[in-house]
């Protein structure tokens, strides 16, 4: 049954920080399929450090650590540095920065076929087109402009075409979002 596969697992992993600061002391915890976690502790207990080794993104530590590589990770830092220029919305969609690509490609090709052009031209977009239809459909990408909207509402950001640098990041109530800081 797919709720009883374990899909990530630490086993007796610790954490020091230089010189000697002991963050973490041998960690022992799974993940099955489908489990939903939380991490509580005070400031400075290894929230952080314990969220990042699960995502791999720190490789400095001592133990083990196994992940089914069928499935995704993903971070949200506490604190990311921002390009300035982009809107809210460019900045959510970085989350999904594959497909938002992939839906501008489809849109060019569906531009350049009512062009004129050989049919050799012709037969060569026309398969890419396919390969990115296959995509796009397989991630569920027609609804991508609804996700993103459902999420920034729920995250409670601001207006998507409102560009980042008028937010400062954690001073309600104009808070960026929990996507973005």
Known sequence: MAGEKIIFSMEGVSKTFPPTKQVLKN????????????VLGLNGSGKST???????LDSNYQGRITFDGNYKIGYLEQEPTLDETKTVRQIVEEAVSEVVTKMAEYEEINL???EPMDEDEMMSLIEKQGELMEYLDHANAWELDHKL???MDALRCPEGDALVKFFRVGTPPRRLCAVCC
């Not at 960690?27 to 939380?38: H, M, T």
């Not at 314990?50 to 791999?56: H, T």
């Open 27 to 38: 960690i022992w915890l799974s993940f099955f399929y489908g489990a939903k976690i939380g």
């Open 50 to 56: 314990l969220l990042k080794l699960i995502a791999g």
């Open 149 to 151: 909207e459902t999420a």
């Open 112 to 114: 350049k076929l009512a």
